[in-house]
């Protein structure tokens, strides 16, 4: 399975402001995802990171508030703009080889 | 859209005894079902899956069986040891190749020495 890193592993921010959270994979990959755990919940998907265009975003996520980059196929970023303590949670991103998912370790995220 | 419900929310079990877990989904398209298990703290963990073309899986202690016409598929474990001590998701594929998953709502399974 693919080696997936996220950078950071956890912020303490303050409302308002906003964290990029970055992940790598160890190779290339077609699709990758980000999910938002909150605490003590499932995992949620917030939009397919689609490599040279625009992210496809879930019912409920919206590009202005969850910015996604995916400038090559080993890279990807989701900003979470305008933070409020709701967005505390921990963000996941993910990669599919064929059905399988694989997750990064995550980044827990406070905000104040 | 797919909606995945995940039965029981809790499950305490006595050390060497059996658990298990269910789910059940709306969408009879879907055709992939994995299980991963989330220990505290750390990232979801693919531990077995199964696809429609087949009624069970099974590897070493842990086993899942598939019910398409009924739409639910469940997760055995047997034998449990208290490192089984965790959170298990189901998830199922939204629809066929999207290789998106919507997840159940997990089940936090406690081992009993």
């Known amino acids: 399975s693919a080696v997936i890193s996220q950078k950071p592993s956890r912020d303490i921010c303050q409302r308002g402001t906003s964290l990029t959270i970055q992940c790598q994979v160890d190779s290339q990959v077609t699709m990758m995802f980000w999910y938002r755990q909150q605490p003590g919940q499932s995992l949620t998907l917030i939009a397919t990171a689609n490599q040279g265009s625009e992210a496809t975003y879930e019912s409920g996520f919206v590009i202005d508030k969850f910015p996604i980059s995916r400038p090559n196929l080993t890279f990807s970023t989701l900003t979470v703009s305008n933070m409020s303590p709701e967005d505390s949670s921990i963000y996941l991103c993910?990669?599919?080889?064929?059905?399988?998912?694989?997750f990064g370790p995550g980044t827990r995220l406070t905000v104040l | 859209g797919e909606n995945v419900e995940q039965h029981p929310s809790t499950l305490s079990v006595q050390e060497g005894d059996s658990a298990v877990i269910k789910c059940t989904y709306s969408d009879s398209a879907s055709n992939y079902f994995p299980w991963y298990k989330q220990e505290l703290g750390k990232r979801p963990q693919l531990i077995i899956d199964i696809r429609s073309n087949v009624g069970e899986k099974k590897d070493q202690r842990i086993a899942v069986t598939l019910n398409k016409t009924a739409k639910h598929f469940s997760l055995h474990i047997t034998e449990t040891q208290p490192e089984d001590s965790a959170v298990y998701f189901c998830a199922v594929e939204m629809w066929q190749g999207a290789q998106k998953l919507v997840f159940g709502q997990g089940t936090r399974l406690t081992i009993n020495p």
């Open positions: 993910s990669v599919a080889a064929g059905d399988t998912q694989y």
